[in-house]
């Protein structure tokens, strides 16, 4: 399958910095918590899209690709994890070097996450793409924004069916911040900056 195929091709690359192109064959869906990829220290992988999704079970509980080293997105894919309605939190979970070329990410307004997440040893650039979730971005790192689509449809009166209220700012940042291209549309508000430094 081509899960199969891609966890395969992303295990087998080396931890010594070479770069290592991977390709997506086809759609995978019904993706699980335990299909969850982690790209290790060390590893540098572009990671070829090819047009092709990722799509989520509905049980299913985080973002579908973890990152540790150096990940490229590229070919225009989508990684959606809105299928989980309180447990697909976004697309990638960024602790190492992330860049984002293009593509559509997104996670659940209810489960209160961000589409990507870029932690605090992070960093990421993203110069171009759809980002949708509670939250489009969270970054506690250092992140670049280049270009791209941030959107949110969250605010407190997002109710879900327990009456709990799911809200956030559409790009969050509590690192550094430099954006330099890119459209932000939220309700509750669009770019939200918490004790970081920021360049406009």
Not at 2 to 12: G, M, N, P, S, W
Not at 65 to 94: K, P, R, W
Not at 99 to 116: F, L, Q, R, S
Request: net charge negative.
């Amino acid at each position: 399958t081509a899960l199969t195929q891609l966890e395969a091709d992303i295990a087998a690359a080396p931890a010594n910095g070479t770069e290592t192109r991977v390709e997506l064959t086809d759609n995978i869906t019904g993706f699980t918590t335990d299909d969850i990829i982690t790209i290790q220290e060390g590893q540098n992988i572009v990671l070829d899209m090819n047009g092709y999704s990722i799509t989520v079970a509905d049980d299913f509980t985080g973002r579908p690709l973890v990152n540790y080293g150096t990940l490229t997105m590229t070919g225009e894919g989508t990684i959606d994890s809105s299928n989980s309605i309180y447990g697909g939190l976004g697309a990638i979970n960024n602790f190492g070097t992330l860049t984002i070329e293009n593509g559509t990410y997104k996670g659940h307004i209810y489960a209160d996450g961000a589409a990507v997440y870029n932690r605090a040893s992070g960093t990421a650039t993203i110069n171009g793409g759809h980002f949708w979730g509670c939250a489009a971005v969270n970054s506690a790192g250092v992140i670049t924004v280049n270009g791209g689509t941030f959107e949110t449809t969250s605010c407190n009166k997002t109710i879900d069916d327990n009456g709990n209220d799911h809200w956030a700012y559409c790009f969050i940042s509590s690192g550094t911040l430099y954006f330099n291209d890119g459209n932000v549309s939220g309700v509750q508000g669009g770019l939200a900056i918490n004790l970081s430094l920021i360049h406009i």
